[in-house]
């Protein structure tokens, strides 16, 4: 199993500014994976974080918007650009799942955006 | 494209009923499918990974099982307590996504004492 750490876990935030999550995982993995959660909803990916690679963004979502770094392989930062109430939502990191492996998550970021 | 859906979208017990929470993915193509617990405003904690190739799983008071030709998956959580409150979501990895997961909407579930 992999144990993750993400920070913050809530914050509000003025529209207009930009908040960077972080997510630390206790163990070297290849891949990260970063979800939004709307308010009732299911979990969406963002994206797709690898070692050493520009992130592989879903349909939908732009670096501009959701810039990802991934400078080593434990660690790995969202940052939520120019936000707007509409952004006010948990965003979680995942490792895995490798092929037919488990996903784990961390404890999510709750952000409202005001 | 793989479809996830999470049949009721609430509910509600008294103690000590068993519960049965339903799972359904529209493409049986899949490496394994996953249950997760998630606590109002926190994280997902997984229960439970079956295997396409399992018929299901144990840990405890929960059992999970896979019926892969149908699209169906089983959480059963026996003589549920108060504490089992939480939304609960089941998750595939199919094979045509890669390493990428596809969630249901989740079960909201009330255990009342």
């Known amino acids: 199993s992999a144990v993750i750490s993400q920070k913050p876990s809530r914050d509000i935030c003025q529209r207009g500014t930009s908040l960077t999550i972080q997510c630390q995982v206790d163990s070297q993995v290849t891949m990260m994976f970063w979800y939004r959660q709307q308010p009732g909803q299911s979990l969406t990916l963002i994206a797709t974080a690898n070692q050493g690679s520009e992130a592989t963004y879903e349909s939908g979502f732009v670096i501009d918007k959701f810039p990802i770094s991934r400078p080593n392989l434990t660690f790995s930062t969202l940052t939520v650009s120019n936000m707007s109430p509409e952004d006010s939502s948990i965003y979680l990191c995942?490792?895995?799942?490798?092929?037919?492996?488990?996903?784990?998550f961390g404890q999510g970021t709750r952000l409202t955006v005001v | 494209k793989q479809e996830v859906t999470q049949i009721p979208a609430a509910l509600s017990v008294p103690e000590g009923e068993n519960l049965v929470l339903n799972c359904s993915f529209t493409?049986?193509?899949?490496?394994?499918l996953q249950w997760f617990r998630q606590d109002p405003g926190k994280g997902l904690t997984s229960l439970l990974l079956?295997?396409?190739?399992?018929r299901e799983q144990t840990s405890g008071r929960l059992n999970a099982s896979l019926d892969k030709s149908s699209g169906r998956s089983t959480l059963y959580i026996a003589a549920s307590q108060p504490g089992d409150s939480a939304t609960y979501l089941c998750a595939v990895q199919h094979k045509a996504a890669g390493n990428k997961l596809t969630f249901g909407g989740g079960t909201r579930v009330l255990v009342k004492p």
């Open positions: 493409d049986s193509a899949i490496y394994n």
């Open positions: 995942s490792v895995g799942p490798g092929t037919g492996t488990e996903a784990f």
């Open positions: 079956i295997q396409s190739s399992q």
